[in-house]
């Protein structure tokens, strides 16, 4: 089939489109370049793909780059974490907008399949287990308790520190900051699109993904990337909060088989996949394996927080296992290998 990939030269989408590829498919891809991600790293457009170079609010672009296609995965988007209020117009332009205008052209092609990237980060803290009242939504975290150094969001009912929950695809929403926002309307406009049209939704909730290609040195930067450019620099990798926040670091490669599988064999109605590694790792984990690895300096904790960011959020994937019949191929050990040679 012939595949729209919005947002294909990016970290992820650049892995999808050799997943579609490799799987023969056709692929026509759609991305704006936007300084604030690509400026300064070298782009080398794939062979045998067509190439729409325009942002997704653009209808004209879209119109264009739908012709022929049989299904769209949808990746282009601002990532990242909102770093404050004044970025929220971004977030709902980029992203918000930008889905709205993808899903009126869809509809104008009759194009009805979508696959769409979405987070983990929907679910806010996800869920907890209080030793008293059980199954429990932490409360958002407090500037003050934070500047306190209380890092572990407690039961909002009896002030208890809270075990980690996995959490499954029925979890209420609960967005923290600026992206996960834009993620969740993403998903509720892609819902009212598939009513409407009849269109098929796979909502792929990432977890953290790591693996060649991470953005460095930008805002778009992942931890394991922050890590690694600090090694390199001869530098400790500085870690946030205790360290002990978790967190699923899933392999790249696994998230574009993912994202195609849903591609290929979710063909109607509207369904969520988490798509994690299985096994949460705390930050602390990530930094001491990416020291061990480079043969670095030890990291420093630093008790530095960001008001947006979540304390644990960890993954069930199950019902992509189940129902995609996926599984992830890639260890955390030779994902970090890879990450660290590269
Ligand atoms: C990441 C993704 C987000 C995605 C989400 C899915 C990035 C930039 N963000 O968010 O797009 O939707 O996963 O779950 O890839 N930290 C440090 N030191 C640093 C930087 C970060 O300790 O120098 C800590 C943070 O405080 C946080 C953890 O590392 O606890 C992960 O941070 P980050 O890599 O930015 O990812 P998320 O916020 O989890």
């Known amino acids: 089939m012939k595949v729209l990939v919005t947002g294909g030269a990016g970290f992820i989408g650049q892995h999808i489109v050799r997943e579609l590829l490799g799987r023969g498919h056709q692929v026509c891809l759609m991305d704006s370049l936007r300084g604030d991600v690509h400026a300064g790293r070298a782009w080398l457009p794939p062979a045998d793909v067509e190439i729409v170079k325009a942002d997704?609010?653009?209808?004209?672009?879209?119109?264009?780059?739908?012709?022929?296609?049989?299904?769209?995965?949808?990746?282009?988007?601002?990532?990242?974490?909102?770093?404050?209020?004044?970025?929220?117009p971004d977030y709902a332009s980029s992203n918000d907008a930008g889905t709205a205008e993808l899903l009126a052209a869809m509809a104008r092609a009759?194009?009805?399949?979508?696959?769409?990237?979405?987070?983990?980060?929907?679910?806010?803290?996800?869920?907890?287990?209080?030793?008293?009242?059980?199954?429990?939504?932490?409360?958002?975290?407090?500037?003050a308790a934070l500047a306190e150094g209380q890092f572990e969001p407690p039961c909002p009912r009896c002030g208890k520190p809270l075990e980690t929950a996995f959490v499954?695809?029925?979890?209420?929403?609960?967005?923290?900051?600026a992206y996960a926002s834009s993620k969740v309307a993403q998903e509720f406009y892609a819902s009212n699109w598939a009513r409407v049209t009849g269109g098929s939704v796979a909502a792929m909730r990432y977890h953290n993904v790591y693996g060649p290609?991470?953005?460095r040195d930008t805002p778009y930067a992942g931890v394991a990337a922050i890590f690694t450019s600090a090694l390199r620099r001869g530098e400790a990798p500085k870690v946030f909060e205790d360290g002990g926040q978790r967190r699923d670091f899933v392999h790249v490669r696994d998230v574009a088989a993912a994202t195609?599988?849903?591609?290929?064999?979710?063909?109607?109605?509207?369904?969520?996949?988490?798509?994690?590694?299985?096994?949460?790792?705390t930050v602390g984990d990530m930094a001491r394996a990416l020291s061990r690895t480079l043969n670095g300096p030890i990291p420093i904790v630093t008790g530095q927080y960001r008001l947006g960011d979540v304390r644990h959020?960890?993954?069930?994937?199950?019902?992509?296992?189940?129902?995609?019949?996926?599984?992830?191929?890639?260890?955390f050990e030779d994902g970090l290998a890879e990450l660290t040679a590269s």
Request: proline content about 7%.
């Open 213 to 215: 290609g991470m953005p």
């Open 260 to 281: 195609v599988q849903a591609c290929e064999q979710h063909l109607s109605g509207v369904r969520a996949f988490n798509v994690g590694s299985g096994t949460p790792r």
């Open 313 to 331: 959020i960890t993954a069930d994937s199950t019902r992509l296992k189940r129902e995609l019949d996926w599984n992830p191929r890639v260890s």
């Open 110 to 143: 009759k194009v009805t399949r979508l696959t769409l990237a979405s987070s983990m980060v929907v679910y806010g803290e996800g869920l907890g287990r209080c030793p008293i009242h059980g199954a429990t939504v932490p409360a958002p975290r407090t500037e």
């Open 56 to 88: 997704v609010r653009d209808a004209d672009a879209l119109d264009q780059a739908l012709q022929g296609v049989d299904a769209v995965v949808h990746l282009a988007a601002k990532v990242g974490l909102g770093v404050d209020v004044q970025d929220l």
């Open 168 to 177: 499954s695809e029925d979890t209420p929403f609960d967005p923290r900051n």
